[in-house]
């Protein structure tokens, strides 16, 4: 059983720039997460996938973000015109059922220079 | 909407001490976990709390959860280098859509240094 699964995992911009993270959950699990952690700080909620809807959506997902999840599998995040301020840890979990734990992927670090 | 405070934020303590980390969190919550975070890296799951009163030992960590008082701790036995890690509590919210999924709002995090 692969645990979630996330790339790039790192990925230096400069500002401006759109970047796109991709996200793989463990096979079955069919509610997917995103958080973003800055530095010094825990992660915080962004949006929410059950199946290939998304249901919630954090008012820290500015107009610039935009999450999929065209198959009810793997996920994209995709940030335009990024800005120093994007700068975080991102990361993915999935979980099996309504009333299970999350499980995360190891993040995708990305730098806005 | 619930919040979460830990403390202390900072944490320095000598090999062989023990101490206590203390997670407070505003509003009722079915869940309560305990998580491990080394630098440049993502979370490891330590512990999930699910119910008043229950405790969870794993090696020279224990949790406990009392929910009357929305007060978790996570207790260090005799401490080793190996430890250093910011340690995160998370307790479980209802997402606004009106399903039964929660998201997971963190605390901001215990910054362990264990010195030799």
């Known amino acids: 059983d692969t645990g979630v699964s996330q790339d790039p995992r790192h990925k230096i911009t400069k500002r401006g720039q759109n970047v796109t993270f991709r996200c793989d959950p463990i096979s079955e699990h069919n509610r997917l997460y995103w958080y973003r952690q800055t530095l010094g700080q825990g992660p915080e909620f962004l949006t929410y996938f059950q199946n290939e809807a998304q249901l919630e959506k954090s008012r820290l997902l500015s107009d610039r973000f935009s999450a999929e999840r065209p198959k009810g599998s793997f996920s994209t995040l995709e940030i335009q015109r990024t800005e120093q301020g994007d700068s975080a840890m991102y990361l993915c979990?999935?979980?099996?059922?309504?009333?299970?734990?999350?499980?995360f992927g190891p993040g995708t670090r990305l730098t806005v220079t | 909407e619930l919040k979460v405070e830990q403390n202390p934020l900072f944490l320095s303590m000598q090999e062989g001490k023990n101490y206590t980390i203390y997670c407070n969190y505003s509003?009722?919550?079915?869940?309560l976990y305990w998580y491990r975070q080394d630098p440049g890296k993502s979370l490891e799951s330590l512990f999930v709390l699910l119910s008043n009163g229950a405790v969870k030992q794993e090696g020279r960590l224990m949790a406990s959860l009392d929910t009357k008082a929305r007060l978790s701790t996570l207790h260090i036995t005799a401490a080793v280098h190996d430890l250093s890690a910011t340690y995160f509590c998370?307790?479980?919210?209802?997402?606004?859509?009106?399903?039964?999924?929660?998201?997971?709002?963190f605390g901001t995090g215990t910054l362990l240094a264990v010195q030799p």
């Open positions: 998370a307790v479980e919210a209802r997402m606004n859509y009106g399903g039964a999924t929660n998201k997971l709002i």
């Open positions: 979990a999935s979980s099996l059922g309504w009333d299970t734990e999350q499980y």
């Open positions: 509003t009722t919550s079915d869940r």
